[in-house]
């Protein structure tokens, strides 16, 4: 078992310096926030629907604005994690392609579905096919030097891939959001970031050989699902998410079997969630241990739903890293990801 008190061990388990990545991820936010602000974008005009499409990391930032702003989004959205996008797509969507590599072939394979429906079109990228597919046919981008993630790892780049979406939409006039309300939330974010990462330390603990299960709600939906990711990319681990109040109407009755069971359920709470959402999670806290499964509650103890994707994010990130290196993995490599795209091209 791992020493984390031990730098040279982690140096070595770690050769790409995870551990030090996900320290910058405060000064990732910050970068791209703004870099993407000082980007001339222009608006646009008589959109009637957004289509995401990314995959694995590269979605994470979409997965955060539906979170965040859907009650105030004036299109509906769809996001798409494959190769195609829906035949409704026309003139007036716009399809936002997000690949950290730029070379995720589904995404590049709905870029060229979107050119050739005529749609809008928006790209986040580090470079490679989708950056030149952006360049080349004059789209508006945000092509980030990921500077901030020297291990090129996607999923350790989310400060590009989230604020860098956020950033983006709101220059193209898809969203609002002020400005104060990003660099206030980083601000204090800094302010709690070395108690976020003690608190990740503390509690990994507490899931060391069990099953990682993220309970969420409203604004805090789509880290449940990027938690889950970072549980099973960084961590090594399996890991599944529920969201409230769906999971009310399902859940309660699949808490009895197996007996012989291990999970342990990760609740993510904050008080920003409507009061009714707020009864909810008392009461499935209260289900989950009548059921006698170990429950977890971490609380976002944000002022606006900004602080609290954003604290989640670094508790989460370090909470899986530190799981990861506790199972003596090192935790960049995807290496059955890295089998699976090898043997598909064959």
Not at 132 to 137: D, R, T, W
Not at 219 to 229: C, D, E, F, V, Y
Not at 281 to 306: C, P
Request: glycine fraction near 6%; aromatic fraction near 10%.
């Amino acid at each position: 078992m791992i020493n984390f008190d031990d730098l040279d061990a982690i140096k070595k388990l770690d050769p790409k310096d995870s551990f030090g990545t996900t320290d910058k991820t405060i000064d990732q936010l910050d970068a791209a926030w703004k870099q993407v602000n000082s980007l001339q974008i222009p608006k646009f005009e008589n959109i009637k629907s957004v289509i995401f499409c990314g995959m694995g990391a590269s979605i994470y930032g979409a997965l955060v604005i539906k979170s965040l702003l859907n009650r105030e989004l004036s299109y509906p959205i769809e996001i798409i994690s494959d190769y195609n996008l829906p035949d409704w797509a026309n003139e007036s969507t716009l399809v936002v392609l997000t690949s950290y590599s730029g070379t995720t072939e589904e995404v590049l394979s709905c870029a060229d579905q979107a050119l050739a429906k005529n749609t809008k079109i928006l790209v986040l990228t580090h470079g490679g096919q989708l950056s030149e597919f952006a360049k080349k046919n004059n789209i508006s981008s945000y092509i980030f030097d990921g500077a901030l993630n020297p291990g090129d790892i996607p999923r350790l780049g989310s400060g590009y891939t989230i604020l860098g979406l956020i950033g983006l939409l709101n220059k193209a006039g898809i969203i609002t959001v002020e400005e104060h309300e990003i660099t206030n939330a980083i601000t204090r974010l800094r302010d709690k970031f070395a108690d976020l990462k003690k608190q990740a330390l503390i509690d990994h603990d507490k899931f060391v050989n069990k099953i990682p299960i993220i309970l969420a709600s409203e604004h805090l939906s789509g880290n449940a699902q990027i938690l889950r990711n970072q549980f099973n990319e960084t961590s090594k681990s399996f890991s599944g998410f529920f969201l409230i109040p769906d999971l009310n109407h399902h859940l309660m009755e699949g808490l009895q079997f197996p007996a012989d069971h291990n999970l342990k359920f990760l609740i993510l709470s904050t008080r920003n969630y409507s009061e009714k959402n707020t009864k909810r999670t008392e009461l499935t806290i209260d289900v989950i241990r009548k059921n006698k499964h170990e429950i977890f509650e971490f609380k976002a103890s944000g002022q606006t739903v900004y602080d609290d994707f954003m604290e989640v994010l670094i508790y989460g990130s370090f909470l899986t890293l530190y799981l990861g290196l506790r199972y003596d993995q090192d935790p960049s490599p995807n290496p059955w990801v890295d089998y699976f795209k090898k043997e598909l091209t064959k």
